[in-house]
């Protein structure tokens, strides 16, 4: 199994900055993407930032040029840098990883945090 660790969220006002960060530690034989999504009430969940084993990333239109994605590989550890954030950012931001937890596992498996609440409000 694999377990995600998040930190870093918290109240802010607009055109504040955060830094989400998400551990992932347990089983892991390899890593696919790692990254962020969240949820505001009433609303689906979606993808802000994805970063690839080979530091590709996929960033949401909506934070593109606001939000830079990251990642420690020797710690299995993604940040979420966050500037000049919009009330409309208010979300539970959820870390997901995909990848495979051990050699015997074949196909792609996905886990998610707990989340953590990002609220942009003056």
């Known amino acids: 199994q694999v377990q995600l660790v998040e930190s870093g969220g918290g109240l802010v006002q607009p055109g504040g900055s955060l830094r989400l960060s998400c551990a992932a530690s347990?089983?892991?034989?390899?890593?696919?993407?790692i990254g962020w999504y969240r949820q505001a009430p009433g609303k689906q969940r979606e993808l802000v930032a994805v970063?690839?084993?080979?530091?590709?990333?996929n960033v949401a239109g909506s934070v593109n040029g606001r939000f830079t994605i990251s990642r420690d590989n020797a710690k299995n550890t993604v940040y979420l840098q966050m500037n000049s954030l919009k009330p409309e950012d208010t979300a539970v931001y959820y870390c997901?990883?995909?990848?495979?937890?051990?050699?015997?596992?074949?196909?792609?498996?996905?886990?998610w945090g707990q989340g953590t609440q990002v609220t942009v409000s003056s």
């Open positions: 347990g089983s892991i034989f390899s890593i696919n993407t």
């Open positions: 970063i690839t084993n080979g530091g590709s990333t």
């Open positions: 997901n990883f995909r990848g495979r937890p051990s050699i015997l596992v074949l196909d792609v498996r996905t886990y």
